[in-house]
């Protein structure tokens, strides 16, 4: 995944960390991704903004070429003193096609280091597997009715009335006091299923402080 580096403090409100500009300004996106500024979505109820007016949406739940495997990453100059904690901020939505989980739509974070070494923590997966039901994030839950009874125009495979695997907003407060005055590059991607017949899509919004 191609990096840009912006070199700047984390001042959410002036530098677009929980797109307040209504923009992807400041960070490197990939695939389809949208802003979105209020609403509920349609599988879980839930608000698609977290915090503020605007979250980030990667992908959708149409077969969409260009929706595949999309991605938002940014990295952060963690300050050499002061405020080291970010907290971060996402909800997801899996279709429930019974792959196995080698096959299955996917969603993850992760931290890298001045090097893009990968950080061991914090990391996220969340994905539905015929194997596993749904994993990764805590409170994952399903929808009772399929897909087709919230949107008559999703995509995916529809032959097995497949629901749909949601969560809440979930929140991860990350301690970089041991990257202090040093680059960390935070990277959320959504990888859909191997065949490319099935989505997943991700809200997401930055929010700093403990």
């Not at 695939?31 to 903004?49: A, W």
């Not at 994952?140 to 125009?153: D, V």
């Not at 995509?155 to 949601?166: A, E, I, R, T």
Request: charged share 10%; net charge negative.
């Amino acid at each position: 995944f191609p990096v840009t580096i912006f070199r700047k403090s984390l001042e959410c409100e002036t530098q677009n960390w929980g797109f307040e500009s209504g923009n992807t300004s400041n960070w490197v996106t990939n695939g389809c991704v949208s802003i979105q500024n209020g609403g509920t979505d349609l599988y879980s109820g839930f608000p698609k903004v977290y915090n503020g007016g605007y979250s980030l949406k990667l992908s959708n739940d149409y077969d969409d070429y260009n929706c595949l495997n999309s991605s938002a990453a940014r990295t952060y100059s963690v300050p050499a003193t002061g405020e080291t904690f970010i907290t971060l901020h996402f909800a997801v939505n899996i279709f429930n096609f019974p792959h196995s989980s080698n096959y299955a739509a996917n969603f993850g974070f992760n931290l890298y280091d001045q090097n893009m070494n990968l950080l061991e923590c914090p990391t996220y997966q969340a994905y539905y597997s015929l194997e596993d039901g749904p994993v990764g994030i805590p409170g994952l839950q399903q929808t009772p009715f399929p897909a087709t009874f919230y949107n008559p125009s999703v995509g995916g495979d529809l032959n097995f009335n497949s629901n749909v695997s949601y969560s809440n907003w979930h929140h991860v407060t990350v301690d970089l006091t041991a990257y202090a005055g040093t680059d960390v590059t935070l990277v959320f991607q959504n990888k859909w299923c191997y065949f490319d017949v099935d989505w997943i899509y991700t809200d997401i919004d930055i929010v700093t402080g403990k």
